[in-house]
């Protein structure tokens, strides 16, 4: 690839620029193009429940006029971007998922009747223009052509503008404005000093000195956290992508257990089982929500083991931590722990049915009204009565449960429970107390994962224990009058398990 951008942007590219300037090029290059197909689509699917969340924010926030960034792309190096991916909040607001243009906005002008969506993003460049030939990073020759503000206004439902327009909503904003913080660092500098040079700027024109900081960063965080705990609940449309994103994790989980011989064949067979589930994802047209998580033997210890680069050994287990995000940037948050030869060890069985033991323990208490702590709860009581039936713990099995001891937590130091949706940990700025002590409602959607890990090394565990990992993690949704197991359908008993490793 050569660039052959003349922005002034600080990507080291210009000295290896080729692209032709004479006139005579340009004309020649931007003429004789078809007329492109301008027939509008109809709204998609999940318009009218981005709707109903912009309202319901809204009323969060009479006269307080909100902004909400996609996000520009992020450097991976010099002149490579990472995937591109909308902020969660832009795509829960808009339904724009993965094929949102970058650097979007959406804003919701505070008005008499609440608030007015619109989306200002760059619509495509027209052939009038060098931009769709000459520029590596936003022209269509280069990075597929952006719709038109009239597609996608009819796709999303929504009032569309150019950027462009953005600057005179940005010069008129005044200090009753929020924003997404975190999404686009310039947007975000530039905000701040318009809504700072709204309120400190003295009679000379200069900035006052600003004490205690960013006035306007405490209103920011807030909205942070309402736009979280708009997503604790999640609406219909998101209820059917979470069990899309699972049907289609699961389909990844068996094609690892279809490829097992090669993966077992393999060097590096952890890379492969990343590789299998990772194309599946992408052969479907979606791709993973989080790095996959592909640990054989004693990697299983380790929670977040993404390096992904030994092997995988019959006799061993492995541990599968893995989800598919759909384009409507949902995803799915599985783990399931498999005796790489076929069947269980007597001693890695008894550790995977005290992990089953807790998660089922702790998805039989789930439905409304209960606190999101009592799972986490449900499940350490199984964990704790196992690891102190094995000898591990300094004390009871009752004496670890209590809050100044928790002793059985060296074997899971990680909690039980996380919301999931667009984001693998889902609803992350919501107040502890609609979260960790927040009541359970319909249509929440979490995860239930307890594990055990007993590390290599760990002088407190009988050696036969050593090195064994397991973690099972199923997708929950709340319903009416308890709970439902989206990913059940992935086998998780001992039984089950060994089946399904026999079929593949
Ligand atoms: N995959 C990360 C987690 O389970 O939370
Ligand atoms: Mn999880
Ligand atoms: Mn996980």
Same mark, same amino acid.
């Given at each position: 690839?050569?660039?052959?951008?003349?922005?002034?942007?600080?990507?080291?590219?210009?000295?290896?620029?080729?692209?032709?300037?004479?006139?005579?090029?340009?004309?020649?290059?931007?003429?004789?193009?078809?007329?492109?197909?301008?027939?509008?689509?109809?709204?998609?699917?999940?318009?009218?429940?981005?709707?109903?969340?912009?309202?319901?924010?809204?009323?969060?926030?009479?006269?307080?006029?909100?902004?909400?960034?996609?996000?520009?792309?992020?450097?991976?190096?010099?002149?490579?971007?990472?995937?591109?991916?909308?902020?969660?909040?832009?795509?829960?607001?808009?339904?724009?998922?993965?094929?949102?243009?970058?650097?979007?906005?959406?804003?919701?002008?505070?008005?008499?009747?609440?608030?007015?969506?619109?989306?200002?993003?760059?619509?495509?460049?027209?052939?009038?223009?060098?931009?769709?030939?000459?520029?590596?990073?936003?022209?269509?020759?280069?990075?597929?052509?952006?719709?038109?503000?009239?597609?996608?206004?009819?796709?999303?439902?929504?009032?569309?503008?150019?950027?462009?327009?953005?600057?005179?909503?940005?010069?008129?904003?005044?200090?009753?404005?929020?924003?997404?913080?975190?999404?686009?660092?310039?947007?975000?500098?530039?905000?701040?000093?318009?809504?700072?040079?709204?309120?400190?700027?003295?009679?000379?024109?200069?900035?006052?000195?600003?004490?205690?900081?960013?006035?306007?960063?405490?209103?920011?965080?807030?909205?942070?956290?309402?736009?979280?705990?708009?997503?604790?609940?999640?609406?219909?449309?998101?209820?059917?992508?979470?069990?899309?994103?699972?049907?289609?994790?699961?389909?990844?989980?068996?094609?690892?257990?279809?490829?097992?011989?090669?993966?077992?064949?393999?060097?590096?067979?952890?890379?492969?089982?990343?590789?299998?589930?990772?194309?599946?994802?992408?052969?479907?047209?979606?791709?993973?929500?989080?790095?996959?998580?592909?640990?054989?033997?004693?990697?299983?210890?380790?929670?977040?083991?993404?390096?992904? #680069?030994?092997?995988? +050994? !019959?006799?061993?287990?492995?541990?599968?931590?893995?989800? %598919? *995000?759909?384009?409507? /940037?949902? $995803? @799915?948050?599985?783990?399931?722990?498999?005796?790489?030869?076929?069947?269980?060890?007597?001693?890695?069985?008894?550790?995977?049915?005290?992990?089953?033991?807790?998660?089922?323990?702790?998805?039989?208490?789930?439905?409304?009204?209960?606190?999101?702590?009592?799972?986490?709860?449900?499940?350490?009581?199984?964990?704790?009565?196992?690891?102190?039936?094995?000898?591990?713990?300094?004390?009871?099995?009752?004496?670890?449960?209590?809050?100044?001891?928790?002793?059985?937590?060296?074997?899971?130091?990680?909690?039980?429970?996380?919301?999931?949706?667009?984001?693998?940990?889902?609803?992350?700025?919501?107040?502890?107390?609609?979260?960790?002590?927040?009541?359970?409602?319909?249509?929440?959607?979490?995860?239930?994962?307890?594990?055990?890990?007993?590390?290599? #090394?760990?002088?407190? +565990? !009988?050696?036969?224990?050593?090195?064994?990992?397991?973690? %099972? *993690?199923?997708?929950? /949704?709340? $319903? @009416?009058?308890?709970?439902?197991?989206?990913?059940?359908?992935?086998?998780?008993?001992?039984?089950?398990?060994?089946?399904?490793?026999?079929?593949?």
């Amino acid at each position: 690839m050569a660039d052959s951008t003349q922005s002034p942007a600080p990507r080291a590219t210009t000295n290896r620029s080729t692209t032709p300037s004479s006139d005579a090029f340009r004309s020649f290059i931007g003429a004789n193009w078809a007329e492109r197909d301008s027939a509008l689509p109809a709204p998609r699917e999940q318009s009218g429940f981005a709707a109903a969340r912009r309202d319901r924010l809204s009323a969060l926030y009479p006269g307080i006029t909100l902004i909400v960034p996609a996000g520009a792309p992020k450097v991976r190096s010099n002149d490579t971007d990472y995937p591109y991916r909308a902020h969660s909040a832009f795509a829960h607001l808009t339904g724009w998922g993965s094929d949102t243009v970058p650097g979007s906005v959406l804003v919701l002008a505070a008005d008499d009747a609440g608030h007015t969506a619109t989306i200002y993003f760059r619509e495509g460049a027209g052939r009038d223009s060098d931009e769709f030939y000459a520029n590596s990073d936003i022209g269509e020759f280069w990075t597929g052509a952006r719709p038109s503000a009239d597609h996608v206004a009819a796709d999303l439902g929504l009032v569309t503008a150019g950027i462009a327009d953005l600057d005179a909503v940005l010069a008129g904003l005044g200090t009753e404005a929020a924003m997404v913080r975190e999404a686009d660092d310039e947007l975000t500098r530039t905000i701040d000093m318009t809504r700072i040079r709204a309120t400190h700027v003295d009679e000379n024109g200069n900035f006052a000195i600003v004490a205690n900081g960013n006035p306007f960063e405490d209103r920011d965080i807030e909205l942070a956290r309402d736009l979280s705990e708009l997503r604790l609940v999640k609406d219909s449309y998101e209820v059917h992508q979470m069990r899309l994103a699972v049907a289609a994790t699961s389909d990844g989980f068996d094609d690892v257990i279809a490829d097992r011989a090669a993966i077992i064949a393999h060097p590096r067979g952890e890379r492969l089982v990343e590789g299998t589930f990772n194309r599946r994802a992408r052969a479907d047209g979606n791709t993973v929500g989080y790095d996959t998580i592909a640990a054989s033997g004693a990697h299983a210890c380790i929670l977040h083991w993404t390096r992904n #680069d030994g092997p995988v +050994v !019959p006799g061993d287990l492995i541990l599968l931590d893995a989800g %598919i *995000e759909l384009d409507s /940037l949902y $995803t @799915a948050d599985v783990t399931r722990t498999l005796p790489i030869g076929g069947t269980f060890s007597p001693v890695q069985r008894r550790v995977y049915e005290a992990v089953l033991e807790a998660a089922d323990a702790a998805f039989a208490i789930v439905r409304p009204g209960i606190r999101f702590r009592e799972i986490h709860a449900t499940a350490m009581a199984v964990i704790a009565r196992h690891t102190a039936a094995w000898g591990l713990l300094p004390v009871s099995a009752e004496e670890s449960i209590k809050p100044e001891n928790q002793f059985h937590r060296r074997y899971m130091v990680h909690g039980t429970s996380h919301h999931l949706g667009i984001d693998v940990h889902d609803c992350a700025q919501a107040r502890r107390d609609l979260y960790i002590d927040g009541v359970l409602e319909e249509g929440m959607v979490f995860t239930i994962e307890p594990g055990l890990y007993l590390q290599p #090394d760990d002088l407190t +565990v !009988p050696e036969e224990y050593r090195g064994i990992g397991v973690r %099972i *993690e199923d997708n929950i /949704l709340v $319903t @009416a009058s308890g709970a439902e197991n989206l990913s059940v359908g992935i086998p998780r008993t001992v039984a089950d398990v060994e089946a399904w490793l026999a079929r593949g």
